[in-house]
């Protein structure tokens, strides 16, 4: 039987160079303030409801068709609904990050209608303490599970995302069990990006390396009996906080919270980046296989397997653009294309040098440290990462190198990767 691999098709797509997937940073605003954030001040100069539209119909006339908004949070902009009913009427596949602290029954059925494909939000806990301790938004948890249970109620894919810090690694078996009871998607990070400003203090809520052994290990192999012997957790199970009580007056209202944003300073370097892509390293394979006959008819050849190019799908078929008009590579590479003020998204999608440079570039042309790494194939290089570690997207990432080399210890072989900075 004649078998085509999914490496086949990815490929395929990847090489054509259509921004197939976008991600676009509605706001830099927020109404949380978490601790590990890499914004380092507040973003201003944001695009209007008319640029965005327009920019929107330049994506979906290159051929985009899958939009992830994301933020800060896009639901403070007063224009959110027009912006994603505008989306659908232009037939984007809608995908939206946020805290769902401003999600209403209202909002959530709008969403339904406008087949909203998937939610992602994030929690960091299943207690107050901790979540509203990362958050540094009183009230923050109860609001969050208040909008994912009115998305859950409008039929909406709910995806809760963790970013596992020391303050919160204690909760990730309870959490991933509330999720599992609850029937939404659950998933966790454990890479902190530096704030924008360079600045890497971040890092000192990063977990050990026996916490990130853990949770590859729940990755694999749904050891939550593990982790929860590692964190002391004797209670997987918990219910859902209470959600009776939501108009708590200790948090802080739109209107108070929007006077609190005037006064804040605007400007500055480039803000908000979140880890969203889950590669495989570059050596593995994807097993996955599915048949011939399912994507060419019994006549066709089966095409030879197109190597893929570039080192990932950034600028290749994803792009992002920042609330004020700078197109990047990928949320988390944030070096500016150029920006949409200035100039059309068809320019710089196919007049851009750095562009240019990005899909010519391959693995060999990643750092020496890399090319010569025992754990090259077990390793999930990211660009941006490295980009917002050292500006220069080629070098290995510190935070990269230590979570594969203490993974590569859990699983036996030989010798960790050479350190790297
Ligand atoms: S572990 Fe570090 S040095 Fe090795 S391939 Fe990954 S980023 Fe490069
Ligand atoms: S830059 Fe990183 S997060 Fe973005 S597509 Fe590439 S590997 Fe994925």
Known sequence: M????????????????????????????????????????WMGNELTYDEIVDILEQLAAEGAMELTFTGGDPLVREDFLPIMRKSHELGFALFLFTNATLITREIAQELAKLRVQEVDISVYGVTPEIHDGITRLKGSLRRTMRGISYLDEAGIMVNVKMVLMKQNFHELPALKAMCQKNGWQFRYDYILFPRDDGSTDVWEQRISDDQIRITDRMLKDDEIQTAMVHSGLSDVAPSLPDLSVVDDPDMIPMDAWHEIEQSAALGGPMGLSESHCMLTPDNETDNELISAESIVSADEPVEETPKKKGVCSAGWNSVSITSWGEVLPCITWRMSLGNLRNESFKD??????????????THDDFDEACSSCGVISKCHKCPGLAYSEHRDPLLPSSDRCRATQAINILEGDNGPAEAAS
């Not at 004649?2 to 109404?31: W, Y």
């Not at 007049?351 to 899909?359: F, Q, T, V």
């Open 2 to 41: 004649r078998e085509a691999t999914l490496d086949h098709l990815i490929a395929k797509q990847t090489d054509s160079t259509v921004p197939f997937s976008v991600g676009f940073e509605m706001t830099s605003r927020c109404n949380e303030d978490c601790s590990h954030c890499v914004r380092s001040r």
């Open 348 to 361: 710089i999608w196919h007049k851009s040098p750095l562009l240019e440079r990005i899909r010519s570039l």
